[in-house]
């Protein structure tokens, strides 16, 4: 396999998008298929925005790039992706740039009613009043949840919707 294949793992706080992710990533090592991991929420977090990337894209794009050539240097073919909004239409050019020509992405996104994604958060603290610094995440998943697209897979994760 030359080229990449990514699984996308989307959806809000608490669907279990972490958890989903390392259960994928055991089952890939019990088969020996070698590949990565990565938090993709994490790889835009610097404060504050870089100048003229006020919602942090292109530095979120230029570090997935770099994890990415260095699991590829190691052999990687396969990236496992958990990311709020990575299965977004919008999210497919980032994708395709970081990881090469040719790359094959599946996308899934979990969902849970408000209730369960609630008792699996107890300890996260609540979002500070005050203005969002980056894109309004919520609204475009659930146009994604209403709207599904070519290659989404929706799951429950618990709770209906």
């Not at 925005?49 to 396969?78: K, M, Q, S, Y």
């Not at 992405?105 to 979002?127: G, H, K, M, N, Y």
């Amino acid at each position: 396999m030359n080229h990449a294949e990514v699984l996308l793992i989307g959806g809000r706080a608490g669907v279990g998008k972490t958890t989903v992710g390392w259960e994928v990533s055991a089952l890939l090592r019990a088969a020996a298929v070698r590949h990565a991991i990565v938090e993709g929420d994490f790889m835009g977090q610097v404060h504050p925005a870089p100048e003229g990337d006020p919602h942090r894209e292109e530095i979120t794009e230029c570090n997935l790039t770099a994890v990415w050539a260095n699991f590829a240097r190691r052999g990687c073919r396969r990236l496992i992706c958990t990311n709020t909004v990575s299965v977004l239409p919008e999210a497919t050019g980032m994708f395709e740039r970081a990881t090469g020509a040719g790359v094959g992405i599946t996308r899934v996104l979990l969902t849970a009613s408000d209730a369960t994604a609630r008792e699996r958060q107890p300890f996260r603290p609540a979002r500070k009043p005050g203005p969002r610094t980056g894109p309004p995440f919520q609204p475009a998943l659930s146009v994604v949840h209403h709207a599904p697209m070519p290659g989404l897979v929706t799951l429950s994760a618990g709770g209906g919707r």
